[in-house]
């Protein structure tokens, strides 16, 4: 809510700093966005009156201008403005003045532009004349007509007077940050309400009461109300309007609140509306067939052409104003362009009306048309403003001599809402907030919110105005207590109990990770849960993967953000490619983060979340087997014993001969006792070139994607003793030569089996193919290392543990060992 403090001061007393008044207002509970001051960024600008115009003598689009600006000898100025003529009032800044800016067709400049006298083709210039904008003001809060040109005041100032304050510019606008359960603070009156309570003041309301009407207004028009969507409909009738540019201050509040002004009559409804938080509406009286107004649903299909020109298809949710024969508004949107107020209308209708905040919500995200009637009728607005609104606007256009009141109005009101008494207790309220008040000071805080309290002793009976909707149970009534009391003045307390403070196993494991990928080296990364469904595309994912069962955003801010995401891989090759893109030699990078699935199954439940862990590096050190150490050391960590890397062909997005799931075996218990199954893990492996070509990655990258979910119902971090061993280890090395398809998986499996209890550990250490070991072969060399518990081992006791080891290799896989 954009709040003009000077504004503001028409309704309350506000005696302190734009500083102090905001600091004040965020220790009550309005909580600020920005605070601006304007009209106090120029300097030696001046009221100035064109006394003389000529014809620049070597420039078709330029004149020449003589000034009047209260000095002896008038100010020459050359303009290329083409709404210039003699007699008018503009803003003048004169030689060594400073202005807001920008100057046009330039960008703004941090503290201003500076104007100095010099020449234009030639002849003296000794200032400038000034457009709105480069006074500072916003394109959106021109008037239609001051757009092209420099700005023409309406009507007559003191010459050579301040601009800013002949015309009452300097002014501090501030921003409030309005919570969705206050929308009585959408309007002037609900901060003024808020500002006197806060400063311990009086409101003083608006004047709503006509010195003169005429006639009654059931003789021009009828209103009908046929769906409960509608809660009250107040008409009012003026006659004899002259529709015309209002006058400056109300110009001026418009566009200090960020709104442009238009003509008298569209001004008057939208100062009401932000004066009293209630939208309203004006209809030419002879668009309205029948002199009939009535309150309904659109028929399914119908076309609508609203007052932006556009044309709309409605449905038959979708409350609508209609006469005797059409449609002319869309209730608490936008009125239509058949009904728009021309400069030849005599007649208006004034509609002051209440509409259910979840009909106007749905019809305006449904036709994409939101509007500032929309935003407060979304929100829920009290009916009982309505009266009042209608009434302020007639004695406004009354004021400024716009048209004549119709006296009386057409309000139909089939439900009327009366406040809701809520019971506070001084006992309760002082023990929630921790401190010890009287109940005649609260009562004080109630009234000055213009609350009736009611009751005796401990219980107080507090009715709100039905403005406030937001109250309805007694934390409502704490809430404000501790806010006029002062949040800054509460205790600082320690919460008592005896809860003790612990985090999750699934958390536990998730932190083991992280500090196992950081001591590995990898920096976290963070990416959106909102993605491109083409991230799927980019990385070759089959169309029937179940990595396509997209979640879809409803309402999406863009494609790029249209779905959730179902792996972390492409946004992992996102963040790989821009720090390639930023000549970043080698990353490793890791992300935890949640995954998203349709629950195919069962399409009416919700979607499937799981944890999942993404890794990816790229850099000279690194290839297949950095990842595959990197994976294993977080798997050994998180106590998955019995890891196995199963080569895979088929899946896109990696390269077919550096590709591998990873698999561990879970023991089950049945019926035939225990029972082993292979569990995946993930998958890991260099990303294919098609893949890296698409992200712009001109290097090899390798990934892997964890599910870890999976992982964390398998883990086992339990930690067991036992004593440093007393024997020594002795180690062997074996280079083996086998074919190019075989994995190191399968030889390791042989070797650890045939091995038995002293073999400890397994390690692959060399990987070569060459003419030495033949075509369509390689050679893998491993290091073994033996150690007994209770013995030191002698090489014949390893000797033979190694012999059964080649035997076996041998007899399974057909492995031989190579000639050195």
């Given at each position: 809510m954009i709040v003009s403090l000077e504004w503001l001061k028409d309704y309350t007393d506000i005696n302190v700093s734009p500083e102090e008044f905001c600091d004040r207002m965020i220790m009550s509970g309005s909580n600020l966005e920005t605070l601006e001051n304007v009209g106090r960024d120029m300097e030696k600008v001046v009221v100035g009156k064109i006394v003389k115009i000529e014809k620049h003598p070597d420039a078709d689009k330029l004149v020449v201008c003589q000034l009047d600006v209260g000095e002896e000898e008038p100010v020459q100025i050359v303009t290329g403005a083409p709404n210039v003529f003699e007699g008018a009032y503009v803003p003048v800044a004169l030689n060594g003045s400073r202005i807001p800016g920008p100057l046009h067709g330039q960008p703004k400049k941090e503290g201003g532009v500076k104007i100095k006298a010099g020449k234009l083709r030639g002849v003296e210039s000794n200032g400038m004349l000034c457009s709105f904008g480069e006074l500072g003001f916003q394109d959106k809060v021109v008037p239609v007509n001051q757009r092209d040109g420099i700005w023409i005041l309406g009507g007559e100032y003191p010459l050579g007077m301040d601009f800013a304050e002949a015309l009452k510019l300097k002014d501090s606008i501030i921003d409030f940050e309005i919570t969705p359960n206050r929308p009585d603070c959408l309007s002037m009156l609900g901060m003024a309400r808020e500002a006197a309570a806060t400063f311990e003041e009086k409101v003083s309301y608006p004047d709503t009461k006509c010195t003169t009407e005429e006639g009654n207004a059931a003789d021009f028009i009828n209103v009908e109300i046929k769906s409960p969507l509608c809660k009250r409909y107040v008409a009012r009738i003026v006659k004899d309007v002259k529709v015309e540019?209002?006058?400056?201050?109300?110009?001026?509040?418009?566009?200090h609140a960020g709104m442009r002004p238009i003509n008298n009559i569209v001004d008057i409804t939208n100062f009401v509306m932000l004066e009293y938080g209630q939208p309203l509406h004006a209809f030419d009286i002879n668009s309205v067939?029948?002199?009939?107004?009535?309150?309904?649903?659109?028929?399914?299909?119908?076309?609508?052409?609203?007052?932006d020109g556009t044309e709309r298809t409605l449905d038959d949710k979708m409350l609508m104003i209609h006469d005797a024969e059409k449609s002319i508004a869309v209730a608490g949107v936008m009125g239509g362009l058949n009904s728009e107020i021309e400069k030849d209308t005599n007649t208006i209708v004034v509609e002051s009306a209440n509409f259910l905040g979840n009909s106007v919500r749905t019809t305006a995200k449904r036709l994409g048309l939101r509007t500032e009637a929309s935003s407060r009728y979304e929100k829920g607005i009290d009916p009982n403003l309505c009266h009042a609104a209608a009434d302020r606007v007639c004695r406004l256009i009354e004021l400024i001599g716009a048209g004549t009141v119709v006296g009386g109005c057409v309000d139909v009101y089939p439900n009327v809402e009366e406040?809701?008494?809520?019971?506070?207790?001084?006992s309760r309220i002082n023990k929630v907030l921790g401190i010890n008040i009287s109940r005649e000071e609260m009562v004080k805080y109630f009234e000055n919110l213009e609350m009736k309290v009611e009751g005796e002793g401990d219980e107080m009976y507090v009715t709100p105005p039905t403005v406030r909707q937001d109250i309805e149970i007694e934390e409502d009534l704490i809430e404000e207590v501790a806010r006029l009391y002062g949040y800054d003045k509460l205790p600082v307390t320690i919460p008592k109990g005896n809860n003790e403070a612990s985090q999750s196993y699934e958390?536990?494991?998730?932190?083991?990770?992280?500090?196992?990928m950081c001591a590995l080296g990898a920096n976290e990364i963070q990416t959106y849960s909102f993605v491109s469904p083409k991230g799927v595309d980019n990385i070759r994912i089959d169309e029937d993967s179940w990595e396509r069962a997209f979640v879809k955003i409803l309402n999406p801010l863009g494609e790029d953000t249209s779905v959730m995401r179902t792996v972390l891989t492409p946004s992992m090759l996102e963040v790989l490619a821009r720090n390639y893109s930023r000549n970043i030699e080698a990353v490793r990078a890791f992300e935890i983060g949640?995954?998203?699935?349709?629950?195919?199954m069962e399409p009416d439940k919700l979607p499937i979340e799981s944890d999942a862990m993404s890794i990816g590096f790229y850099g000279k050190d690194e290839d297949f087997f950095t990842l595959k150490g990197a994976v294993s050391e977080l798997l050994e960590k998180l106590g998955i014993k019995e890891v196995e890397f199963v080569a895979e062909k088929e899946y896109g997005t990696y390269h077919p001969g550096r590709c591998a799931r990873i698999m561990t075996r879970e023991v089950t218990y049945g019926e035939n006792g225990p029972e082993e199954e292979f569990v995946e893990l993930g998958i890991m492996g260099e990303v294919h070139p098609d893949v890296t070509e698409k992200y712009g990655i001109g290097t090899r990258c390798y990934?892997?994607?964890?599910?870890?979910?999976?992982?964390?119902?398998?883990?086992?971090?339990?930690?067991?003793?036992?004593?440093?061993?007393?024997?020594?280890?002795t180690s062997r090395d074996i280079a083996l030569v086998v074919n190019e398809d075989m994995t190191v998986g399968q030889i390791e499996k042989v070797i650890e089996k045939a091995g038995g209890k002293i073999l400890r550990k397994v390690e692959l250490f060399d990987v070569y193919r060459g003419p030495q070991v033949g075509e369509g072969k390689k050679s893998v060399a491993f290091a073994l290392t033996y150690r007994h518990d209770d013995k030191t081992l002698t090489d014949e006791d390893v000797n033979a543990v190694h012999k059964k080891i080649l035997s076996n290799l041998k007899e399974k896989l057909d492995v031989v060992l190579r000639d050195i």
């Open positions: 540019d209002s006058p400056w201050w109300l110009q001026r509040r418009l566009i067939a029948g002199r009939k107004i009535v309150v309904d649903t659109a028929e399914e299909g119908e076309k609508f052409t609203t007052l406040a809701k008494t809520v019971l506070g207790r001084v958390r536990d494991i998730k932190d083991l990770a992280r500090e196992t949640n995954t998203f699935m349709s629950n195919l990934t892997a994607e964890l599910m870890l979910n999976v992982i964390t119902e398998l883990a086992d971090t339990e930690k067991a003793y036992s004593p440093l061993p007393k024997y020594p280890a």
